[in-house]
């Protein structure tokens, strides 16, 4: 049986039906965008050669994968750090369920990880007891309002001030109708240092983790993530295998462009280097493959594991601003998501490779320099290969391209179509065209171009 | 097979045999006239202060003068930082701390455990003093991690400004979870 | 120097005016332009849709009339585009590989291969381009505002040739206007609005006429256009580097 799945174009025309907020969140992300722009050309000289340095070293990753992995893992055992495998979503949250039911532990607090998101973590951590409450703010609000984050790095940047108004006075107890966001983060703020001074474990993610020296760096702007870790007794980090940069000097290239790319800030406020665990307090690593090792396998879309999480491609895609983060039905969404997704699910995420028009943005804003629209037209076809196209869509391909490869039946098709456009409108502009509905189709010529060719020129 | 193993191999079968060399950095080495004043634009524009001292004893007045409650510091003239249980600095107003070096580029301290005493000291506290020497800003990331080098901290961190968040409709707050101002006192010997 | 004219379907079927102006313009500039008579499409929407393992009956086609010319040229940036990435032949392979390198986009032609720095046209209105996204990042027809690299525009300094035309600046200059090939009917929504928004950048700075490289997203604009009953005109690139 298959499942009634929500699909990118039906979800997108339910955000679309308030055209108002559509606008609003197109130009929210777009400002992201420009600011973005502004940061690169603060190194404009070096900005396309760093891209390129953080790509080249990213293939090295991808080559060396797991000889980087056993290195990171003996230098990080050596550090005092415990190094766990999790080779998918499940095996990853039994292991942290794990984890924390050793220290006794039933609340846990937790900084922005899209892996966690990408695992459903906390789902699987209520239903066993364990209550969690996320740390960055954005991931906070929309805990409290029971939603998947639609933005990799504004979590809930489809939610007005208004909405987070709302859900604090509700579950904070702020003042009815004081949307101003000063006043909305100062009071998160005393309600999250209060979760912070009480939790004896903390999780947060990885973003680069250092095969070198078994060190990773986790980046924020608000200190979440170290607030978590450094009052807790156990720190558990969580990583994507991908995750992995051969050496600490490399920190260099990829922290020049990570903050600039994602928010258009020189550097995220804080950068933090966890090498070895404070002294009394437990430090573990889990390392997750959850399909990063399938697509490592797949020659056209291994590039998508260079990923940094950086978001940019979800601020410039027009469709993305155009249809929200939730259309995409998975905890990365945007044009990266669309990538990663069919790899996790080619069923349920069959319909994400066509929510673009492969206008190529994405690919050129990618700091890691994903070919993220090449490899949308390569899901396309994998996709039909591996059977999750439609039978009304091979059906209608098969027919458009024996018309298109018949020289006289293209002719005579054309012909027969644009006479019953000028004679029959009403068969071709009704409400079963998808075109017609908010679109006139182009006015047929009686002549078309070779016709008129073979009047004018060939004698 | 363990997890570790099963990853392993997959990872092995799956891998690229291209040779994928790493690159040469060295060519995005500039050098920058004055690195103090581009650290000063860069860390006043995303919200910090940064403020030039004729000497410490200076910094010390400056600070008394400007932040009232619990100072803490792991520098002569203020209560010892502390080295128990981080919960112990919940209500300390201020914190301050001396930078190993900064970066010009994007206005970042950065500093070690052993300069830090207690990790959660330069987070914890409601506001962060550091101080720098003029000579110990670098022009960029890349001259940063070189001086870093092999160094052997446990714990170490570049920080940017204050604590903040941009998270409600991308109006920016200052002062999300840490410190809500960043002082850098620049001691320019 | 042989040319031969490439015209894409839809512009054969709805839009000959766009292959007159560019026959015509070529003819203008000197090239000894012919037009295969057996020509169809490029394949493009088979192979947008995933189905590219079925574009090999118009590859095949497409190689056997365009064989014998010196340049392909033709005024759709995203067919273009199509041809260059993507023409295989079982018959001809390497013939077939030969010519993705032949194949240019009307406005890279007049540039790159016939070098114009004049044109005898002119077009006294004021006009927004259009920057298609298959035709400015996949065939790098303009600088795009994603990198950090100096500005170029070739229509751009084409248009710049056409005297009286008075060229707007837009306030996002290469953002997509959501055609999209089959995205435009099967993600009808998402589509239409980022049409309507391109559109509205347009109209904001008062253009006259809105023009560009591919018709296809010309074609989709003004349906958006007619819709709303706009006096703002459609023109392809060619018509009005061919007006006088």
């Given at each position: 049986m298959t499942k009634t799945l929500a699909q990118h174009p039906d979800l997108a025309d339910r955000f679309n039906r308030d055209e108002n907020r559509v606008d609003w969140h197109d130009q929210t992300l777009w400002w992201v965008r420009q600011k973005r722009d502004r940061a690169a050309h603060t190194l404009e000289t070096d900005w396309e050669a760093l891209r390129q340095a953080a790509s080249d070293i990213k293939d090295n990753v991808l080559a060396n994968l797991a000889d980087y992995l056993e290195q990171f893992e003996r230098a990080a055992q050596a550090n005092g750090a415990i190094v766990h495998?999790?080779?998918?979503?499940?095996?990853?949250?039994?292991?942290?369920?794990?984890?924390?039911?050793?220290?006794?532990?039933t609340r846990m607090i937790k900084?922005?990880?899209?892996?966690?998101?990408?695992?459903?973590?906390?789902?699987?951590?209520?239903?066993?007891?364990?209550?969690?409450?996320?740390?960055?703010?954005?991931?906070?609000?929309?805990?409290?309002?029971?939603?998947?984050?639609?933005?990799?790095?504004?979590?809930?940047?489809?939610?007005?001030?208004?909405?987070?108004?709302?859900?604090?006075?509700?579950?904070?107890?702020?003042?009815?109708?004081?949307?101003?966001?000063?006043?909305?983060?100062?009071?998160?703020?005393?309600?999250?240092?209060?979760?912070?001074?009480?939790r004896k474990a903390a999780l947060t993610g990885v973003n680069f983790a250092i095969a070198e020296t078994g060190e990773f760096v986790v980046c924020t702007n608000e200190g979440n993530a170290d607030m978590g870790a450094h009052l807790a007794d156990i720190h558990i980090a969580c990583m994507g295998m991908e995750k992995i940069i051969p050496q600490r000097a490399h920190l260099g290239v990829f922290l020049r462009l990570l903050a600039r790319s994602a928010t258009g800030q020189p550097i995220t406020t804080y950068s933090s280097h966890f090498r070895r665990p404070a002294a009394g307090k437990a430090l573990h690593i889990v390392i997750v493959d959850n399909g990063r090792s399938r697509q490592l396998g797949r020659e056209e879309f291994r590039n998508s594991l260079k990923c940094?999480?950086?978001?940019?491609?979800?601020?410039?895609?027009?469709?993305?601003?155009?249809?929200?983060?939730?259309?995409?039905?998975?905890?990365?969404?945007?044009?990266?998501?669309?990538?990663?997704?069919?790899?996790?699910?080619?069923?349920?995420?069959?319909?994400?490779?066509?929510?673009?028009?492969?206008?190529?943005?994405?690919?050129?804003?990618?700091?890691?320099?994903?070919?993220?629209?090449?490899?949308?037209?390569?899901?396309?076809?994998?996709?039909?290969?591996?059977?999750?196209?439609?039978?009304?869509?091979?059906?209608?391909?098969?027919?458009?391209?024996?018309?298109?490869?018949?020289?006289?039946?293209?002719?005579?098709?054309?012909?027969?179509?644009?006479?019953?456009?000028?004679?029959?409108?009403?068969?071709?502009?009704?409400?079963?065209?998808?075109?017609?509905?908010?679109?006139?189709?182009?006015?047929?010529?009686?002549?078309?171009?070779?016709?008129?060719?073979?009047?004018?020129?060939?004698? | 097979m363990s997890s570790r193993a099963e990853i392993l191999a997959a990872v092995r079968k799956n891998q690229p045999s291209s040779p994928a060399p790493l690159p040469d950095t060295q060519k995005f080495w500039h050098e920058v006239d004055d690195v103090y004043a581009q650290f000063n634009i860069i860390l006043s524009g995303i919200g910090g202060k940064v403020l030039e001292i004729k000497n410490w004893e200076a910094g010390q007045?400056?600070?008394?003068?400007?932040?009232?409650?619990?100072?803490?510091?792991?520098?002569?003239?203020?209560?010892?930082?502390?080295?128990?249980?981080?919960?112990?600095?919940?209500d300390v107003e201020l914190c301050v701390l001396q930078a190993q070096f900064a970066v010009a580029e994007n206005g970042a301290i950065w500093i070690t455990n052993s300069a830090l005493r207690q990790r959660a000291a330069a987070f914890i506290p409601q506001h962060l003093a550091v101080l720098l020497k003029k000579s110990d800003i670098v022009p960029t990331m890349h001259h940063a991690y070189a001086r870093i080098g092999s160094a052997d901290y446990d714990f170490g961190v570049f920080i940017a400004g204050p604590s903040k968040t941009a998270d409600i409709e991308q109006s920016l707050v200052l002062g999300a979870h840490g410190p809500r101002t960043m002082t850098v006192l620049v001691l320019n010997e | 120097m042989k040319v031969g004219l490439f015209i894409p379907c839809y512009v054969d079927q709805f839009?000959?005016?766009?292959?007159?102006?560019?026959?015509?313009?070529?003819?203008?500039?000197?090239?000894?332009?012919?037009?295969?008579?057996?020509?169809?499409?490029?394949?493009?929407?088979?192979?947008?849709?995933?189905?590219?393992?079925?574009?090999?009956?118009?590859?095949?086609?497409?190689?056997?009339?365009?064989?014998?010319?010196?340049?392909?040229?033709?005024?759709?940036?995203?067919?273009?585009?199509?041809?260059?990435?993507?023409?295989?032949?079982?018959?001809?392979?390497?013939e077939a590989d030969q010519m993705r390198l032949r194949v240019y986009e009307l406005c890279e032609f007049l540039i790159d291969v016939l070098k114009v720095a004049t044109l005898s046209a002119r077009f006294p209105q004021r006009v927004g381009l259009h920057q298609s996204c298959h035709g400015q990042r996949g065939l790098f027809l303009s600088s795009m505002s994603e990198r950090m690299e100096p500005g170029f525009s070739k229509p751009g300094q084409l248009l710049g040739m056409v005297q009286d035309l008075d060229l707007v600046e837009l306030t996002r200059g290469d953002e997509c206007c959501g055609f999209g090939g089959t995205f435009s009917v099967m993600e009808e929504a998402v589509s239409v609005k980022m049409g309507k928004d391109r559109l509205a950048d347009h109209l904001k700075n008062q253009v006259e006429v809105i023009t560009g490289a591919d018709m296809s997203c010309l074609m989709h604009l003004e349906g958006i256009l007619r819709r709303q009953n706009s006096p703002v005109k459609i023109k392809h690139i060619a018509e009005i580097l061919n007006a006088n």
């Open positions: 495998w999790a080779t998918d979503a499940a095996e990853h949250n039994r292991i942290v369920l794990g984890l924390l039911q050793s220290v006794g532990a900084s922005k990880s899209m892996l966690t998101e990408e695992c459903d973590l906390n789902d699987f951590l209520a239903q066993n007891g364990i209550e969690v409450i996320d740390t960055d703010l954005g991931e906070r609000i929309i805990q409290l309002a029971e939603e998947g984050p639609s933005h990799i790095v504004m979590p809930c940047i489809h939610k007005k001030k208004e909405e987070i108004s709302d859900l604090f006075h509700e579950h904070l107890g702020t003042e009815a109708g004081n949307a101003d966001p000063q006043y909305l983060t100062e009071a998160a703020r005393g309600h999250l240092r209060d979760k912070f001074l009480t940094i999480r950086c978001g940019a491609c979800m601020n410039t895609c027009p469709v993305y601003r155009r249809s929200g983060g939730h259309s995409y039905h998975n905890a990365v969404g945007g044009p990266i998501g669309a990538i990663l997704a069919p790899n996790l699910d080619m069923h349920q995420f069959a319909d994400l490779p066509y929510a673009s028009t492969l206008c190529g943005s994405c690919s050129n804003v990618c700091p890691v320099k994903i070919n993220i629209h090449e490899q949308l037209y390569l899901w396309r076809q994998e996709l039909t290969r591996s059977g999750h196209a439609t039978q009304g869509k091979k059906a209608a391909m098969g027919l458009a391209a024996w018309v298109l490869s018949n020289p006289r039946i293209y002719r005579l098709a054309g012909k027969m179509g644009r006479w019953a456009m000028r004679n029959l409108p009403f068969s071709i502009n009704n409400r079963f065209n998808p075109w017609y509905k908010q679109r006139e189709l182009p006015a047929p010529p009686k002549a078309s171009f070779r016709e008129w060719y073979l009047k004018n020129r060939v004698k | 007045e400056y600070l008394k003068e400007h932040f009232n409650g619990r100072i803490v510091s792991t520098l002569e003239g203020f209560e010892p930082l502390p080295e128990s249980d981080p919960h112990a600095l919940a | 839009y000959p005016q766009v292959g007159i102006a560019t026959l015509e313009l070529l003819e203008k500039l000197g090239c000894e332009v012919g037009f295969p008579l057996q020509q169809t499409c490029c394949g493009q929407p088979m192979a947008n849709s995933g189905f590219s393992h079925l574009s090999s009956g118009c590859d095949e086609n497409f190689v056997q009339n365009f064989r014998d010319f010196d340049y392909i040229v033709g005024p759709s940036g995203s067919c273009v585009l199509h041809i260059k990435e993507h023409l295989h032949s079982q018959a001809a392979p390497a």
